[in-house]
RNA sequence: GGCGCCGUGGCCGAGUGGUUAGGCAGAGCUCUGCAAAAGCUCGUACACCGGUUCGAAUCCGGUCGGUGCCUCCA
């Protein structure tokens, strides 16, 4: 498996540093619905997981749900005023895991393949990591929290910056201007923010000084990362606007007390995906989410299919009409699938692009090339619209399970027609014979309306599911 | 202002020096009793200007346009 590594800025090959393939994905902050530009990368994150499993390895993916921080505080006291700040944060964090959790299936990513863990969850290892950091000189205290010193870490011979490679003057001047906390640089930010009235707190103690609060975001990723991964682990994903500053300073605070490689091998990050040239962003009000499309009549997985179409390092472009492609191109698909049922002994037909050829593994271990894989698929799947040989459904029932293992689009889980469209199936074919085209069309009425489609060609009939 | 990225036919999207990528959408034709996600054909794409080269969408320089991060962000 060759990957882009955002910490050379070239590609490598993943040699794992143990059997298992440690990855860590940078989850949901479960405030709100996700969005398709969220989606798109626990859409690659999965892949990518699949594409590693597929070679054979052993893979423990972590993600995480950050649910605690400013956005969830705010939004849990105004949805429900009249709870305690912790039961308010719970009661909306949960019921966001459990709809993101929801998507994660619906979009064809594998839940338990994950292992979940909440910021929550862990936050006695965050003040832990805290406190040491801070005892070791790498974090001060301030009236409002605990700060990261980036001078310190620098000093002691570390870099900051290396996936960004971001300068302080290109910074300081934009960051001055934001900054609404009593930090020493602009750099620095903050691993600790002290409790304001009305907000959930978690105890701490620094110096015989009571920092009651709640942890920065980023120091929730370093803990729940090395907590359950180690020091350094395989890959960690996210998507590109986490580059700076989430994975610069979860890097540092992980980096910060450790000699040796720095937190993780290969950071691998998604490009955007964009709304008529736009990222979409909550922000920006031109987002939207599994909800919207399932109105238009559109699947989780089409969407899949179409974030999927483009490579993970370049922009994606959602439109309705690239929706509607990959959705037709995904029923294509599928109609395809249910040719493993129909193989005909009377074809002989060798596919002309081989087995081989349209083989997965090699494009997907090419740094994830899922648009060559899509071509492959495409190239190969165009072969049997005259029908199948029984060799090539065996076969392509094989290839199914592969193009599922690494594009998750349910295509193997075709199913073989009922006994009853069956039935009506055989009718049709004698009524055909018969050239009793009266009823033979109202048979292909009555299996439309089981949603089986059917089309005849000079060696029979040929059904497919309608989805 | 700093650091980047991108610009291919209606919509996507491959293609890193030399034959039509492909998909979806559209038009026409054909096969078929009809129909069909079937077959065939078509629109002759590569932002612009220079340069290198026998030859560039592909390399180099510049121009224009778009956009991302620098603030929470997938």
Known sequence: MRLYNGLTKHQQQLEPLSETVRIYSCGPTVYDQAHIGNLAAYIFADSLRRAISAEGHQVLHVMNYTDVDDKIIARSAKNYPQLEPDQALTELTSKYIAQFNDDMVAIGNQLEAYKFIKATDSIEEMKQLIIELHKAGFAYLADDGVYFSIAKYRQ??????????????????????????????????????????????????????????????????SAMSQKQLGIPFDIHTGGIDLIFPHHENEIAQSTALHKGPIMAGIFAHNNHVLVDGRKMAKSANNFYTLADIAAKGFEPLALRLMILQTHYRREAHFSWQNLEAAQNRLNNWRATADLVWQANPQ??????????????????????????AIFLIDQLFGQWNGGISTQDAQQLRQYLISVDSYLGLNLSTTTKLSQESQKLLDERHTARVAEDWATADKLRNQLLKADVEVRDTPQGQIWNHRR
Request: aromatic share 8%.
């Open 156 to 221: 002691s011979g570390k870099v900051y910056g290396q996936l960004s490679t971001i300068t302080d003057s290109s910074t300081s001047e934009a960051r001055i201007q934001n900054d609404e906390y009593d930090k020493a640089t602009p750099h620095d930010f903050a691993l600790w923010k002290k409790q304001k009235p009305g907000e959930p707190a978690w105890p701490l103690s620094i110096d015989g000084q009571d920092l009651s609060g709640r942890p920065g975001w980023h120091i929730e990723c």
């Open 347 to 372: 074809m002989t037909d060798i596919p002309a692009i081989s087995w081989q050829e349209a083989a997965l593994q090699p494009v997907m271990s090419d740094n994830l090339d899922t648009p060559r």
